[in-house]
């Protein structure tokens, strides 16, 4: 008996032994002098990365993310490719863990050579695999409406600046006369951050801001938080809460009574398919801020939601971060043509001297060199009984991109 | 006058969905002392019942009420083939149990992942229960506005309990299953069929979790991931209750609700998070067999 529990600690210590060597290669090899990421562009593919939440909490959103990247890079490949490469995506799976995607983007950067990394959603892991891309000087391309006050010159910003979607949001509930808002938010960086925006911008345009409110992610108790609103009498309640807390906040609010018409609800969440998964019944009338909605007019965005449906389903929606993401690898394919190269520096050096745009879903997009992001609209839009979201307001043309509200007075101090 | 009132009222109403919740577990893990990490799960089979039956038979109208026994006997089954397979084998090793069940719950996200795909799904609520009542109107114009579906599941939690006790203390199963828990060895010996009962016993409380599922739906999301937001808070009524006592359940779930309640009003979310626990944390260190404790006479 003795003798095989023996053996038995001594293969586990083994196993562990390995364990602990292997993990000490990978850490060598990371830690390594890193003169910028290498491109392999030596077959007649070319290789970019695909960072999604295929598991986890996120994947709710992640996945129709990656699903849309695949398509555009389907239809890339379909008209040629890049440079006369086809485009071979590696998918890796952030597993809603921001540790794992900081890992996975290594391992996509120094062992797969992938030329650019197209994903990431929560704040959280973009600003994990931040370091990593500016280490190795890697690209990557970040598809989703995000808090601003950042710009890293190695991460392209697909998705909205605060004042290509909050700020319109604000100019939006000011222009209907709703003068008292109600905040509430999840508790993390994105809702705490604009919600400071918020706050600078309601003290400078006459609004007020009579509550304020965090739930910790994933909270689905809201009772208490729909009563103080209630109380509260305001005249709209700006929402940024994430992910599950959102159904049992409107889930709340209509059995509370409260109605679209009596206190509206701005959200810059919810999206086409935030919508699917909450419930119409609940959300009817409420209103959302994006750059884009499945029902946005134009030929390229009917191209885009036919192709869309006809690879992943009739019932399948298309929404703003996903758009955003299916515009991102367009822009990269422009920039990398303009360069003629896929070399980082040179990609870069193509976007920073302008003229990269793209016929978009959302209409044109031009990428703004300095500062990497994109001239996007901004859209107000009401929510149909139908579940799609039709727009009821736009800001005419591109806002420039201002990811640190430069060029707003009441903003400074901010960051 | 109005807040506080509408304020106790959320406090009994975030109670009676805590009890709902840890109600099937207070018999599993309170009788039994099965760690049932895959608890969560069994109350998402019960609200993925109510999805699948409002796409199949019924409309929204009666969904709610036909789910309920299918529910039940979903979640039931699914406990079943659980004790069977797996947890009968470990009923002397209940870090084993807590292993095991948790890969279980992870392996029925999964499944309901594959089968419903990973967004959340959505069902319709009875037009009676997306109303509310309006109880009355204080001159200063803020009303008390009670939710239906708060009424709802507070009517349920409180019926579930009343069902739950009767077949406890009148029926001939309750009678054996409150013998093997006081006394598993002098049941057995006295003919009772242990194992027989634990299953039962099991069925019962997975059941409750099925029915705990049904009317979820109401308030919050449906999705894969339900189940894990909801465990933590039905294992702490459980433990802060006593263990194999169905009192301490009811009363710690209220307590609970209330002081959740209360404490939120004045702070925030988070804040009420942390003190409930803190508060939790102070009465275990007091009173650390829970509320109320089981007196047996057994040496174990």
């Known amino acids: 008996m003795y003798r095989v529990r023996g053996r038995r600690i001594l293969a586990c210590a083994a196993i562990l032994a390995t364990a602990v060597t292997l993990a000490a290669c990978g850490n060598k090899t990371s830690q390594g002098p890193s003169s910028g990421a290498v491109i392999d562009t030596s077959g007649p593919t070319i290789k970019v990365g695909l960072l999604n939440s295929l598991s986890g909490t996120m994947a709710i959103s992640e996945v129709t993310v990656r699903d849309s990247l695949k398509l555009a890079i389907e239809e890339i490949n379909n008209s040629g490719g890049v440079l006369g490469k086809k485009i071979d995506p590696i998918s890796e799976d952030g597993a809603s863990d921001w540790p794992t995607f900081a890992e996975k983007s290594e391992k996509l950067i120094s062992q797969d ?233 040179k990609v870069k050096a193509a976007a920073k001297t302008g003229g990269i745009t793209f016929d978009a879903p959302e209409g044109l997009v031009t990428v703004d060199g300095d500062t990497q992001h994109v001239y996007k609209t901004a859209r107000i839009g009401k929510i149909g009984a139908d579940g799609l979201i039709t727009e009821v307001w736009n800001s005419g043309s591109p806002i420039k991109p201002d990811p640190y509200l430069k060029g707003y007075s009441w903003a400074t101090g901010l960051s | ?132 009542v309006k109880i009355f109107s204080s001159a200063s114009g803020s009303d008390l ?41 002098l049941a057995a010996v006295s003919g009772i069929p242990t194992s027989r009962v634990d299953r039962l016993t099991f069925f019962i409380g997975s059941g409750l979790a099925g029915i705990a599922g049904v009317p979820l739906t109401l308030v919050g999301p449906i999705g894969p991931t339900m189940g894990t937001n909801i465990i933590v808070d039905a294992f702490l009524v459980v433990v802060v209750g006593g263990i194999g006592h169905l009192k301490g359940t009811v009363i710690v779930a209220f307590a609970l609700g209330m002081l959740q309640s209360i404490v939120e009003y004045s702070t925030t979310l988070s804040v009420a998070k942390v003190l409930v626990f803190l508060a939790i944390v102070a009465f275990l260190q007091w009173r650390p067999q829970g509320l109320f404790t089981l007196r047996t006479r057994s040496l174990a």
């Open chain 2, 1 to 132: 006058m109005t807040l506080v009132l509408s304020q106790l009222f959320i406090g009994s109403s975030i109670g009676a969905v805590l009890l709902l919740i840890a109600l099937g577990l207070s018999l599993t893990f309170g009788q039994m002392n099965v760690i049932n990490m895959a608890h969560g799960e069994l109350i998402m089979a019960g609200a993925y019942t109510v999805y699948v039956l409002q796409k199949t038979i019924t409309g929204a109208g009666a969904s709610l009420l036909v789910a309920l026994p299918v529910a039940f006997l979903v979640s039931g089954g699914m406990g079943v083939v659980l004790e069977f397979l797996l947890i009968r084998r470990l009923y002397a090793r209940p870090l084993d149990t807590l292993l095991v069940t948790w890969g279980v719950s992870l392996m029925l996200q999964q499944l309901a992942r594959d089968i419903f795909g990973a967004p959340n799904v959505q069902t319709r609520a009875p037009d009676l229960l997306t109303g509310n």
């Open chain 1, 113 to 345: 050579h992938v030329a650019a990394v197209f994903g990431c959603w929560t704040s959280a892991s973009r600003k994990a695999v931040k370091p990593v891309f500016e280490k190795d000087k890697s690209l990557l391309f970040y598809p989703v409406q995000y808090e601003g006050l950042e710009q890293s010159p190695y991460i392209f910003y697909t998705g909205a600046t605060t004042n290509q979607q909050i700020v319109p949001g604000l100019d939006y509930l000011k222009s209907q006369g709703k003068t008292s808002i109600y905040l509430v938010g999840s508790d993390y960086v994105f809702p705490r951050t604009a919600n400071k925006i918020i706050k600078a911008y309601a003290a400078a345009n006459g609004m007020k801001v009579v509550g304020e409110d965090y739930a910790p992610l994933g909270s689905t108790e809201f009772s208490t938080i729909v009563n103080k609103v209630a109380a509260s009498k305001a005249d709209a309640v700006f929402n940024t809460l994430n992910g599950d807390s959102n159904v049992a906040f409107f889930k709340e609010y209509k059995s509370a009574g409260l109605t679209a018409e009596k206190m509206p609800v701005v959200s810059v969440s919810i999206a086409e398919e935030e919508v699917k998964s909450i419930g119409t019944q609940y959300l009817a009338g409420q209103y959302t801020a994006w750059n884009y909605y499945q029902t946005t007019p134009g030929a390229a965005n009917d191209k885009f939601v036919k192709a869309y449906k006809a690879k992943y389903g009739a019932d399948k929606p298309t929404s703003d971060p996903m758009e955003a993401a299916y515009v991102s690898v367009y822009l990269w394919k422009a920039m990398v043509e303009k360069a003629g190269s896929f070399e980082v520096e």
């Open chain 2, 145 to 185: 506005v009670v939710a239906n579906s708060r009424l709802f599941i507070l009517a349920l939690a409180l019926l579930a309990v009343a069902a739950l006790t009767l077949v406890l203390r009148l029926t001939a199963l309750g009678r054996r299953i409150r013998a093997v828990v006081q006394n598993r060895d």
